[in-house]
């Protein structure tokens, strides 16, 4: 089966993958769905026991069909190699009474590694593959983890330069560290006055601009996303749902064709969204369950068919999720309108001019997949504790709004099916938030002294991620106004 793409909004049809991914972003503002959701080629039976990489062909060679064997297996060699530092890559971990999918053993210790340790080979052979002479700038946002991921993925990376925007003060001390002692001549990071909504809409209105867009490509350069509202970051994602499942089986957790529930910490909604995509495409999930923090606009819209971003945005201590605009949401809310593009439209401009937009009862009915609930900050450290005292292992702060969440699931529905939570960064990169969980005397240490607090407390090895970083020097300095982030970018890259 042949799959082409096609933008939410109507704009582009009959993309192939490859041109897709070096857009990123639809010409009309929309995103990137494939023109039909792809069922797994082989029984379910026939994954289990595949190595990760294997896995990895089997999932993307349904939807990359542009990309021959050879161009894909590429991509997939060099993405899944010694970057991390187990060969089961996402290992499956049985701990009090959860199934904790750990996504953090890549180069930047979280889950955005799994994607983005891919995307720039995806990029390299798109870009071969549609004749593109530019150099490519990959223009991102990031509330924490995205940003670092991509600047590791891409990193001297010839014909690609990489430009990341991250709220100034919205992310973790060792989240910042990480970012701005990254090396690379091609990388770029800017920290704005404001919140990450604000560097993700500064972001969409420069890529949805086109007289800069035509100024870039006089000077030779071409726009694209490392964000996943790119759907070469979002369907190597579903990979690890396959391979959570596969691995479940093959160490007799469940029998071949049995239920599990799946549970996501989340924020812009890309996490999940591919575990909605693995749904469709066969792996039996029962329920998908949306785990938020305060900041919980997806827990609204799951229980009122209303999605209202006018509220109070908080920094909690999860921050990669504090987010109050969830752009995956668009390709659900594509799928579940029956493909409609004109409603996607009407929902997109309500939200750009009012705040807020509804849905159909009869959309509301395609939520039923999902189960939405919030934890508290105080809720969070709670489970954070639980989880600790109760088997010895340590979850980071968003971990831990995925256990708690998945703890109220259980009270109010009395589910006992197997669950995977996705365990979506290392608890050595939110030191702070999870050894003041554990005991509040903590609180008197620098988070850098409370990294070998942690290796003392889980005698779990500090990851390698960790310990370049107490090295390296800062190399990137530039803040700007949320409002100025267009003329920072003519700066980096030497245009007017």
Known sequence: MNILYKSTRGGESNIPASL???????????????????????????????????????????????????????????????????????????????????????????????ALSILPYLMKVSAKKQNIKNDIVILT?????????????????????????????????IQKHQMVTQKGDNTYVVGIEGNFDDAQNGVK????????????????????SANSINIGRLIPQIVYYFYAYSKMVENNDIKMGQDINVVVPTGNFGNILAAYYAKNMGLPINQLICASNDNKVLYDFMNTGVYNKKREFILTISPSMDILISSNLE????????????????????????????ITDDMKKGLNDFYGNYATIDETYDAI?????????LIDSHTAVGSAVYKKYKEATGDDTKTVIASTASPYKFTRSVMKAIDESYEKYSDFELIQKMYELSE?????????????????????????????IEEILNIS
Request: glycine content about 8%.
């Open 20 to 114: 897709a991914i070096i857009k990123g972003l639809a010409c009309d503002g929309g995103l990137f769905v494939p023109n039909e959701i792809p069922k797994i080629d082989k029984p379910l039976k026939k994954l289990v026991g595949l190595t990760y990489k294997e896995m990895a062909f089997e999932i993307m060679k349904l939807y990359f069909t542009d990309f021959t064997e050879d161009e894909l297996k590429y991509c997939i060699d060099n993405a899944y190699n010694e970057k991390f530092d187990t060969s089961e890559i996402a290992p499956v971990v049985n701990k009090d009474d959860a199934y904790y999918l750990e996504l953090f053993h890549g180069s930047t210790i979280a889950f955005k590694d799994m």
């Open 141 to 173: 946002a990031t509330s924490g983890d995205t940003g670092k991921a991509a600047l590791a993925g891409f990193a001297n990376v010839e014909g690609i330069k990489i430009i990341v925007f991250y709220p100034k003060d919205g992310v973790s001390p």
């Open 205 to 224: 209105e420069i890529f949805n601009n086109k007289g800069f867009n035509k100024v870039l490509d006089e000077n030779g350069y071409n726009f694209s």
């Open 331 to 358: 390709r659900l809310l594509y799928k579940i309108s029956g493909n409609n593009e004109s409603v996607i439209l009407k929902l997109m401009e309500e939200l750009y001019t009012k705040g807020e937009y509804k």
């Open 385 to 393: 504790k639980e989880v600790f005292d109760n088997s010895g292992y």
């Open 460 to 488: 779990v090895a500090i990851p390698k991620a960790i310990k370049d970083i107490l090295e390296d020097p800062i190399i990137h300095k530039r803040v700007c106004d949320k409002d100025k982030m267009k003329e920072t």
